[in-house]
Each structure stands twice: as C-alpha cells, then as structure tokens.
C-alpha cells in the first residue's frame, strides 16, 4: 500500500468500552496504535557518559569499604575476636550497601528519578519504556537479573537454515552476532540456552499465542471485559505487547485499575 492512501474499511463489532480505559480501544482499523512515551525520541546516553557514571559509583562505594577497613583495624589491634566479629559485620553491612545503593538511588522521586549519585554526577538516567518513573523494584530488576541477560529471537527463512545446524555451531554464529552489537564482553556467556518454538507442543511455532483473521478485530475486547466482580488479567488479554512480560504487567495494571474504581 502506498504511503497516504485510505485503508479499506475493517469489521467493526459492537462493543461496550471501560470507562477511562487503555486497554479496550474500539476493533478494526480503528484501532489506535500504541505509543511508548518513555525513552523515545530522546537521544540516548553515550558509551563513554555511561562508563563515567559506573566508574563514579564504583568510587562511591570504595568509601564505605575504606572505612570499614580502617575500623577492622583498628578493633583488630585491641582484640583478635573484635577484629573478627567486626570484619563480618562489616562485610555484611557492605553487601547490603551494594544491594541497596542503586536501587534506592534510582527509585527515588522527582528530578533525581532513575538516577544513581554517579549517573547524576555525569547528568544520565535510566529510563522506562512505559514512560513510568523507576521504582526500587523495577530497579532490583535492572541491576541484578535483566542486566546480565541478553536474548533475541530466529525467525522465518533464517530459522529453517538455522536450526537444522549443530548446536555449537548455532551458539557459535549467536554469540558472533551478540559480540557485533554489544562489543567483546558479549562473546563470552556464562550460559546458553535455546528453545526451537515449532518443536514446543503447545505453542507450535510461536512464543505468543495468536488468534485467526478477524478474531480480535470482532471480539478482542471480550478477553478482558469484567464479567461481574470477576475482571480479567494475563498477557493475552494486552493491547500492547501481547503475550510478552510487558504486555503482562500493562494487563495486570490495568485490571487493578478496574478493581480499585469499583471499591
């Protein structure tokens, strides 16, 4: 279709929206397209600012680690078991200093939101896709477990010559193409782990469920209308992202809304 020309009117069904509610646009062509109002548009932090910003924080913990050293020490020097009892104390207080710092830092509110005392420093944050401001959870998240993970998906043509190739062979042209995005620290993973979708029994051929032509346009909204007291969550009842961990949570918020202008 060239660009600026009209689409052909879509099936349009009946239906009875939730007031206020994102998650229930009308069906057909009419049918908004969602905008993330997060990091785009924005120009995006530079290697080097980024690396800056960890250095800084890096140095801000080496402070309390300097301190607990020197009183370490110092009990030490008066009492051998002090010095021990001390020693895991301090250890223990340092770990929770370096679990705590970024997550607490970024989830605060206001103008230093998504912001470590390093990022601040260098004049970065991080950001979210929903537009939502960073919370400690979604901080949590970030820094211990999403950030160590890097995952992508084969499909079409080059999954067909892909997959009936050795496995190392396919960890190997994986790993190359991760190192192309992300530089040399990407070329060695501490694991590996593939999932062939057509091979999955229940899914057959796909990570995400899809409906036939037609299906959503004329009863989409039907998946998450309150029925009652009883409203309806999950990452297939989504509008946007559906059957990802995005389209999940988007779901979840949603129905809470619903229960809470009901209370």
């Given at each position: 279709?060239?660009?600026?020309s009209?689409?052909?009117?879509g099936p349009q069904?009946?239906?009875t929206?939730i007031?206020d509610?994102p998650?229930?646009?009308p069906?057909?062509?009419q ?8 990091w ?10 980024r690396v800056?910003?960890t250095l800084?924080d890096w140095?801000?913990?080496l ?32 770990l929770v200093?370096v679990?705590?710092?970024a997550?607490l830092?970024?989830g605060?509110?206001g ?6 005392w ?7 944050r991080v ?8 919370d400690i959870?979604f901080?949590?998240?970030?820094e211990f477990?999403?950030k160590g993970?890097?995952?992508?998906f084969v ?8 997959f ?5 062979d396919?960890?190997?042209a ?10 040399r620290?990407a ?8 999932t062939?979708?057509p091979?999955?029994r229940?899914?057959r ?8 032509p037609?299906?959503y ?18 990452t297939?009842?989504s509008?946007y ?8 949570v ?5 129905a809470?809304?619903?229960v809470?202008?009901?209370?």
């Amino acid at each position: 279709m060239e660009s600026g020309s009209t689409p052909p009117e879509g099936p349009q069904a009946p239906y009875t929206p939730i007031p206020d509610d994102p998650e229930t646009p009308p069906g057909g062509w009419q049918q908004p397209v969602a905008t993330p109002s997060g990091w785009e548009g924005k120009q995006l932090a530079s290697w080097g600012s980024r690396v800056g910003a960890t250095l800084l924080d890096w140095l801000i913990l080496l402070i309390p680690v300097t301190l607990l050293i020197v009183l370490v020490v110092v009990v030490a020097l008066s009492s051998d078991v002090g010095g021990i009892v001390t020693a895991i104390l301090s250890s223990l207080l340092y770990l929770v200093a370096v679990l705590f710092y970024a997550p607490l830092l970024m989830g605060r509110q206001g103008a230093h939101n998504g912001q470590t005392w390093g990022k601040q420093i260098v004049g970065i944050r991080v950001v979210r896709d929903s537009g939502q401001p960073v919370d400690i959870g979604f901080a949590f998240l970030r820094e211990f477990v999403v950030k160590g993970l890097l995952f992508g998906f084969v499909g079409g043509d080059a999954h067909r010559a892909f997959f009936p190739r050795p496995q190392g062979d396919r960890r190997a042209a994986v790993v190359a193409n991760l190192v192309e995005c992300f530089g040399r620290d990407a070329g060695n993973p501490s694991d590996y782990f593939e999932t062939n979708w057509p091979a999955e029994r229940w899914s057959r051929g796909g990570p995400v469920g899809l409906a036939g032509p037609g299906v959503y346009t004329a009863v989409g909204p039907a998946l998450r209308r309150p029925v009652g007291r009883i409203h309806w969550a999950g990452t297939e009842t989504s509008t946007y992202w559906n059957g990802y961990m995005d389209g999940a949570v988007r779901s979840g918020e949603r129905a809470a809304r619903e229960v809470l202008d009901q209370l």
